[in-house]
Antibody, heavy 121, light 110 residues
């Protein structure tokens, strides 16, 4: 059974940096595109970034472009999200999710349970 | 990229059918068959219910069905059950090579 476990969240000051991780198990990690989606408290889902299975191509939302960077280490079955220049608007529960094979945007399944990032002074 | 438009809430009685709409533009919903629907219960991670407009992942009840006409996609839930009460989100690929979600719809089973 495919499983995803996020980590790395926490309380961070505005302007700070944080690196999230998502450890995958139960499937051949390199065969699948991966994605980060966030959800601010009491709000809806917001797509953040995606990456192909090989890591050869990445896609980013306008709201995080230039500040966040998605990457992966297929030897460690781990997805990363490097977040720089954080603002209070980045406060959210961050989920990682698996794509449908190497098709980046054809639906995400499964999802992890999320890691909470709180940006506050 | 603006969020796709969903009704804030819908409701129905057990056994009834409901439909949730998801309206975008020709740059997203209308331009591609990459529309997905997710169910999210309180305190839980989202769950994929429909992908590629109308396909159900293995294990998802056939009471859930998806369709699209023009710039509007729809999720239909037949034979409503209490466990269907949740938030539902649509998403679509866009011409900007990004993904956009809808604002979400809260389904109440009365």
């Amino acid at each position: 059974e495919a499983q995803l476990v996020e980590s790395g969240g926490g309380l961070i000051r505005p302007g700070g940096s944080l690196r999230l991780s998502c450890e995958a198990s139960g499937f051949t990690f390199s065969n699948y595109a991966m994605t980060w989606v966030r959800q601010a408290p009491g709000k809806g889902l917001e797509w953040v970034a995606s990456i192909r299975g090989s890591g050869s191509e990445t896609f980013n939302a306008d709201s995080v472009r230039g500040r966040f960077s998605i990457s992966r280490d297929n030897s460690m079955n781990t997805l990363f999200l490097q977040m720089n220049s954080l603002t209070v608007e980045d406060t959210a529960l961050y989920y990682c999710a698996r794509g449908a094979g190497n098709f980046v945007f054809r639906g995400f399944d499964p999802w992890g349970q999320g890691t909470l990032v709180t940006v506050s002074s | 990229q603006s969020a796709l438009t969903q009704p804030a809430s819908v409701s129905g009685s057990p056994g009834q059918s409901i439909t949730i709409s998801c309206t975008g533009t020709s740059s997203d919903v209308g331009g591609y068959d990459y529309v997905s629907w997710y169910q999210q219960h309180p305190g839980e991670a989202p769950k994929l219910m429909i992908y590629d407009v109308s396909n159900r992942p293995s294990g998802v009840s056939n009471r859930f069905s998806g369709s699209k006409y023009g710039n509007t996609a729809s999720l239909k839930i037949s034979g409503l059950q209490a466990e269907d009460e949740a938030d539902y989100y649509c998403s679509s690929y866009t011409t900007s090579r990004t993904l956009v979600f809808g604002g979400g719809t809260k389904l109440a089973v009365l």
